[in-house]
């Protein structure tokens, strides 16, 4: 059979999803059309020994494609297929992990004392940037949330999620610190000697490329994201706002993007947003005598987390902040009941050491690390009986 009878394959499929006025047709009959006119075609080719030969080409020319397909994907180079991001990394030896220290060990710790560079206006908290002696950029933040977040990172990143390096400065001296601030006057002591500092950083080599949402994500209905909504009613981090979702990506290499929960301030304290900052955000007394858990059924469980907002919010004219509590409510309610055993499995590795160190790394008392970390090892413990 001559070479110019068979026709190409390229051709055929034109023509079966292509009609007469030539707009392509309906789905499943170009579908079917195609079908039929490939068999017809095949049909053809194999019943000649040229066309046989043409098998035999288009054979080799398939399998090289295949095979630079194959290279290029392995090398990830621009092949159009991302690498899958992170939200929870195995974290090994758990009791081997040093929670004094933290996400950034002792090797990354800021090298003191700081400059000033800008205030960040971003959040609720008073915050400026700080450059230290070895040129790095810090976020340092006053205020309530300064020791509960340092306590609270450590303890995610204990048990495999992704967390910020920080660390808490009982007095930070600052270089060229303005004599007015727009926030946090009162905080900043005097003649550049700042009490009370979290200084925190995204991990080396991350930078901050966007938001997360709680509902839409990658990782939604997974056992990691199931956990992580755990993590967040144990350490009571109730406010669950996007901006305070991270994802982070590198530099340079293109590897998988992080996702992470970057603003744990309001943690160690109150399930939810109460009538002061005071009472909600590292309070003691309430964080102790809360239980983590509220109703265990046979699938699933609900946590005491995250409470409804004060009705005084509605009179406040703080109506955005009060709907958006109440819609994020889901995130404590209807947990699988394995996802929350499998985070305990992890949580119940960690000594009472490493969960006293997580509160002596953020500055507070010796009475207060004790009460601290009975009260993190009775909601572990919640966990552990499931």
């Known amino acids: 059979m001559p070479a110019g009878s068979l026709a190409s394959p390229k051709n055929l499929i034109k023509k079966a999803v292509s009609n007469e006025s030539g707009t392509t047709s309906a789905a499943g009959h170009a579908t079917l ?5 490939f068999v017809r075609w095949f049909t053809e080719l194999v019943s000649s020994k040229e066309g046989l030969r ?21 090398l990830g180079q621009d092949s159009g297929i991302s690498v899958a991001p992170i939200l929870w990394a195995d974290p090994g030896d758990i009791p081997a992990r040093d929670l004094f220290w933290g996400p950034g060990g002792q090797d990354h710790q800021p090298a003191l004392p700081v400059e000033f560079l800008a205030e960040d206006l971003k959040g609720t908290s008073p915050k400026f940037e700080v450059r230290d002696s070895d040129g790095k950029k810090w976020t340092a933040k006053l205020g309530l949330e300064a ?6 990172a450590r303890l995610l990143w204990a048990v495999g999620y992704s967390a910020n390096e920080n660390y808490f400065v009982p007095n930070l001296q600052v270089k060229n610190l303005p004599a007015a601030l727009s926030r946090g006057q009162s905080l900043t002591g005097h003649d550049g000697n700042v009490p009370n500092v979290r200084l925190q950083r995204h991990p080396h080599p991350y930078k901050r490329v966007g938001n997360w949402n709680w509902r839409h994500n990658p990782f939604y209905g997974t056992r990691e994201f199931n956990g992580l909504r755990v993590m967040m009613g144990l350490i009571a981090n109730w406010d669950l706002k996007d901006e305070n979702n991270a994802i982070l990506d590198r530099d340079k290499d293109g590897g998988p993007k992080l996702y992470e929960v970057s603003d744990v301030g309001t943690a160690m304290g109150t399930s939810g947003k109460s009538y002061t900052d005071k009472v909600s955000k590292g309070n003691l007394s309430v964080y102790r005598r809360t239980r983590l858990i509220s109703h265990v059924h046979d699938d699933y469980i609900d946590l005491n987390f995250p409470k409804c907002p004060p009705l005084s919010e509605l009179f406040e004219f703080e ?34 050491k490493q969960i006293g160190d997580a509160f002596r790394a953020a500055g507070y008392s010796p009475a207060e690390i004790e009460a601290y970390t009975q009260a993190v090892l009775s909601r572990i413990q919640e966990l552990d009986s499931l």
Not at 33 to 37: F, L, M, N, T, V
Not at 56 to 74: C, D, E, K, P
């Open 54 to 74: 043409m098998i035999r080409v288009h054979t080799l020319g398939l399998a090289v494609a295949a095979l630079l397909l194959s290279i290029q994907f392995s």
């Open 33 to 37: 059309d195609g079908s039929r006119h």
């Open 147 to 152: 020791k509960p977040e340092t306590a609270a």
């Open 319 to 352: 109506w955005g902040f009060f709907f958006h509590q109440l819609s994020i409510r889901w995130v404590g309610k209807h947990i699988p009941r394995r996802d929350a055993k499998w985070i305990a499995s992890l949580l119940s590795q960690l000594t009472t």
